[in-house]
């Protein structure tokens, strides 16, 4: 196979790894969300959350870049369920927990969109496009008179309460990226590296969005068909393309990590058989790399139209990029010199 993974590399550190001052304003909004909530909370009179804890891509550190500023953090606020006592000393119903969320997120008054209810959670906009969902969770001790341990169970306000651990799904992550990843502290390891290609390849026509696999499908799948290749993320990352392919040809049910008997797909769901028929109208443009005589324009053509973009043609063979950085005086000893060309 023809090796882009300098190329592969470079396409991931500058066009899909969200930097670091995005995440910085992101977390700054998260703050400032949080201390709003707990305020509102106080002001009207309510329980005090135990916490707030963020979960998804922002806390699995698999957010991409998004052209629109499409982003939300999603950060979770929890609350002893003996806390949530209605005013004639019912149980809250996880409507009447959402919806004391998202009054004391509008307490203040100050968006120009207000907080909106949503079934899972309470949206909180911003003007430039992102947005922070906040889910409510309940927390339920249950003690073990035998041992003396306490362990807890959690429970999402949905449309009725249910079981959910966001925060397991996090730990889950971080474990299987340190296993599955052939360099798991080496920029944030391979697994975690492919699963953002993954996932900006997931996004990279805005057609797809409705029928398109979440990104915790997308991560799931590439934690069962993870195909790792040390120094070569370009490789990885395609026969990982291929081994979900090949499993959503016989099975295209998604098992959530961590629920035992939860699915992250639905009855009747069509997205995996839609994921799958973009990989491999896609995949059949990286075949000229098995090529013997593929050239670096041909294979930068190829990875223009899994990406639909025009970011690789202008990358240059990584025999050049050292040559002109010699010329400009740049240490050429800093540059990684793996691929280029070079089958292997």
Known sequence: MFDSSNQISK?????VNLPKAERDKMRSRRDANRKRLKKGLAKNQKPSPVGCHSQGSYAMWTMVQDANC????????????????????????????????CDALGTENNFSRP???????????????HHVDVPAYRRIANDDFLSGETTYEYELASAEWKSSDPRAVTRWFTQ?????????????GQFRRVV???????????????????????????QEEFRPSEGRDDEALRNTMKAISNRLAFNETVNHPVLSGETLTKDN???????KKCLDENLAHLVVLDDQDCTHKEAMKAWDKVYKS???????????????ASVFGVPTDAVDKRGGGRFA
């Open 11 to 15: 396409y991931h550190n500058d066009q």
């Open 70 to 101: 499409d982003f939300d953090i999603d950060d979770g606020v929890y609350f002893e369920k003996a806390d949530l006592v209605g005013r004639n000393g019912g149980v809250m119903t996880a409507l009447q927990v959402r919806q004391m969320v």
């Open 115 to 129: 907080p909106e209810l949503l079934k899972n959670c309470v949206r909180v906009y911003y003007k430039e496009g």
């Open 176 to 188: 299987v990226n340190q296993e599955l990843s052939p360099d798991p502290n080496s920029n944030g």
């Open 196 to 222: 953002r290609l993954l996932k900006k390849f997931a996004r990279s026509r805005p057609s797809w969005k409705s029928s398109m696999a979440s990104g915790f499908m997308l991560t799931k799948l590439a």
């Open 269 to 275: 769901d069509g997205r995996p058989a839609f994921l």
């Open 310 to 324: 025009d970011w690789f043609i202008h990358q240059p063979e990584s025999g050049e990029a050292v040559k002109k």
